[in-house]
C-alpha cells in the first residue's frame, strides 16, 4: 500500500509521552500537544526538563520557539510514562536498547511505541522498530515508526508538512497518524515499516554524500547525479530486504531525501560539508553536538547490503571518506564503477 489518507473521525489519545527532549523529541512533543494531546516529555537533565515546563523553551536545540504551554517535561521516566496510552522514542539510535532496558517496567501495558528515530544499530544492524520488538518483547501491531521530510526546525516554527506513519497494524498507524497531527503537520499511513524506516535511515547517508560534494565546492549537476543514484541506491536496497518500491518514491524515502540534502539545517548534511571542507572524521565529531545518525549507520549499512548482495557505490564512497581512504573530491559514485552502469 502507498501512502493513504486517514480517516478524521478516529479519536485521538489524549495522554502521550515522549523520551527524549532533542530537537526532534521537543519538536514531536509539540506537534502532539498542538494536535490537543495532554504531552509529558522526558529530558535526560533536570534543567532542560525545568525550562521547558518553566519557561516553555528548549534554548539549546530550539532557539527561539516557544513550546505549547499544555507542554510538560519532567527529568522522572515514572512520572513521563504513566498512563501514558502512546511512547513515542526520540534518543540517537544508538542509545535506544539501553533506553529502553531502563524503561521497559514503566511503559503501560498496551500503550502503543512509536520510533521517530532514523538510525539502525551498530554491531547488529538493526531498525529501531526490531530493536523495540527485541527489548520490549511486543507485538509488532503495537509499535509505529515515523518517517517523512521533518526538519525540526521548520516545523517548530510551523511550516505545513507531511509525515507517514507506518506499522505492520493499519489500525494502529492510523491511530498514531490521527493523534501526530494538527493544522500544520499532516500525517498519512501505511504498512510498510521496513520502507519507511529504511528510506529514513538511508536518505541520511545520501545527505552525507551530499554534504561532502558541497564542501568540496561541486555544484548542481553532481547533487543531482548523486540525489538521483542514491535514490535508485535506497531502492534496491530497501526492496532487498522486503520493503515496496512505491515506499521509497514517497514522503519517506524521495520526500526525506530533498529535504535532508536541500537544507542547511540537516546534520548529516552538514557533518558531510565539513568532511568535504577537509575535516577528518574525529574532528566533524567534535563540532556536531547534535546527532548525525548517517555518521553511525554507514557501517551496519554496508554490512547488510552486503549480506543480500546489493551495490552501494555512493553509501561504499562515503565510508571510504569517513576512513580517510578516498579525498573528498575523487567522490564521484555515479563515475566509478569499471562497468559501464545499468539504469538511468
Ligand atoms: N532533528 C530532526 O530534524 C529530526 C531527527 N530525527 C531523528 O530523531 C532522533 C533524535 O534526533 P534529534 O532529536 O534530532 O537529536 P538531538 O541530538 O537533537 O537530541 C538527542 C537527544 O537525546 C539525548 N541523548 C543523547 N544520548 C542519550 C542517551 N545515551 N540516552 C538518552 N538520551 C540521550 C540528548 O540529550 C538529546 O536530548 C534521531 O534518530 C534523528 O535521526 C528524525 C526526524 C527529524
Ligand atoms: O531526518 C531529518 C529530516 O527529515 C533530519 O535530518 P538531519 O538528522 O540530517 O538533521
Given at each position: 500500500m502507498s501512502n493513504v489518507d486517514v480517516d478524521p473521525d478516529h479519536a485521538?489519545?489524549?495522554?502521550?509521552?515522549?523520551?527524549?527532549?532533542?530537537?526532534?523529541?521537543?519538536?514531536?512533543?509539540?506537534?502532539?500537544?498542538?494536535?490537543?494531546?495532554?504531552?509529558?516529555?522526558?529530558?535526560?537533565r533536570p534543567e532542560?526538563?525545568?525550562?521547558?515546563?518553566?519557561?516553555?523553551?528548549?534554548?539549546?536545540?530550539?532557539?527561539?520557539?516557544?513550546?505549547?504551554?499544555?507542554?510538560?517535561?519532567?527529568?522522572?521516566?515514572?512520572?513521563?510514562?504513566e498512563g501514558a496510552e502512546q511512547v513515542y522514542l526520540s534518543v540517537p539510535s544508538q542509545a535506544l536498547r539501553e533506553n529502553l532496558r531502563i524503561v521497559r517496567e514503566l511503559i503501560p501495558e498496551d500503550a502503543l511505541i512509536v520510533s521517530l528515530m532514523k538510525g539502525v544499530e551498530k554491531g547488529?544492524?538493526?531498525?529501531?522498530?526490531?530493536?523495540?520488538?527485541?527489548?520490549?518483547?511486543?507485538?509488532?501491531?503495537?509499535?509505529?515508526?515515523?518517517?517523512?521530510?521533518?526538519?525540526?526546525l521548520e516545523i517548530a516554527k510551523e511550516q505545513p508538512t507531511a509525515a507517514v506513519m507506518s506499522s505492520a497494524s493499519l489500525e494502529t498507524a492510523t491511530t498514531v497518524a490521527v493523534t501526530a497531527r494538527n493544522r500544520y503537520f499532516r500525517s498519512f499511513v501505511n504498512t510498510d515499516v521496513i520502507g519507511t524506516e529504511f528510506g529514513g535511515v538511508l536518505k541520511n547517508l545520501i545527505a552525507v554524500a551530499i554534504?561532502?560534494?558541497?564542501?568540496?565546492?561541486?555544484?548542481?549537476?553532481?547533487?543531482?547525479?548523486i540525489i538521483t543514484r542514491g535514490l535508485a541506491e535506497m531502492t534496491d536496497f530497501?526492496?532487498?530486504?522486503?520493503?515496496?518500491?512505491?515506499?521509497?518514491?514517497?514522503?519517506?524515502g524521495l520526500g526525506d531525501l530533498i529535504?535532508?540534502?536541500?537544507?542547511?539545517?540537516?546534520?548529516?548534511?552538514?557533518?558531510?560539508?565539513?568532511?568535504?571542507?577537509?575535516?577528518?572524521?574525529?574532528?566533524?565529531?567534535?563540532?556536531?553536538?547534535?546527532?548525525?545518525?548517517?555518521?553511525?549507520?554507514?557501517?551496519?549499512?554496508?554490512e547488510l547490503a552486503l549480506s543480500k548482495g546489493v551495490d552501494m557505490?555512493?553509501?561504499?564512497?562515503?565510508?571510504?571518506?569517513?576512513?580517510?581512504?578516498?579525498?573528498?573530491?575523487?567522490?564521484?559514485?555515479?563515475?566509478?564503477?569499471?562497468?559501464?552502469?545499468?539504469?538511468?
Open positions: 485521538p489519545a489524549r495522554r502521550v509521552a515522549v523520551l527524549g527532549a532533542g530537537s526532534w523529541g521537543t519538536t514531536f512533543s509539540k506537534i502532539l500537544a498542538d494536535g490537543g494531546n495532554d504531552v509529558a516529555l522526558w529530558a535526560r532542560l526538563a525545568r525550562e521547558i515546563s518553566q519557561s516553555k523553551r528548549n534554548s539549546d536545540y530550539l532557539p527561539g520557539i516557544n513550546l505549547p504551554r499544555s507542554l510538560w517535561a519532567s527529568d522522572k521516566l515514572h512520572e513521563v510514562l547488529t544492524g538493526a531498525r529501531m522498530s526490531e530493536v523495540i520488538l527485541q527489548e520490549l518483547g511486543v507485538d509488532p501491531s503495537r509499535v509505529a515508526v515515523a518517517s517523512g521530510p521533518n526538519l525540526a554534504g561532502i560534494v558541497d564542501g568540496v565546492g561541486y555544484g548542481e549537476n553532481t547533487k543531482a547525479s530497501s526492496v532487498a530486504f522486503g520493503a515496496r518500491a512505491e515506499t521509497l518514491a514517497g514522503l519517506a529535504a535532508t540534502c536541500e537544507s542547511s539545517l540537516s546534520r548529516n548534511n552538514t557533518a558531510g560539508r565539513l568532511l568535504g571542507q577537509g575535516y577528518s572524521f574525529s574532528e566533524v565529531i567534535k563540532q556536531m553536538n547534535q546527532t548525525a545518525e548517517g555518521l553511525s549507520s554507514v557501517a551496519p549499512i554496508l557505490p555512493i553509501v561504499s564512497q562515503v565510508a571510504e571518506v569517513l576512513a580517510g581512504t578516498l579525498a573528498p573530491r575523487d567522490i564521484a559514485p555515479h563515475l566509478t564503477t569499471d562497468d559501464l552502469p545499468q539504469g538511468e
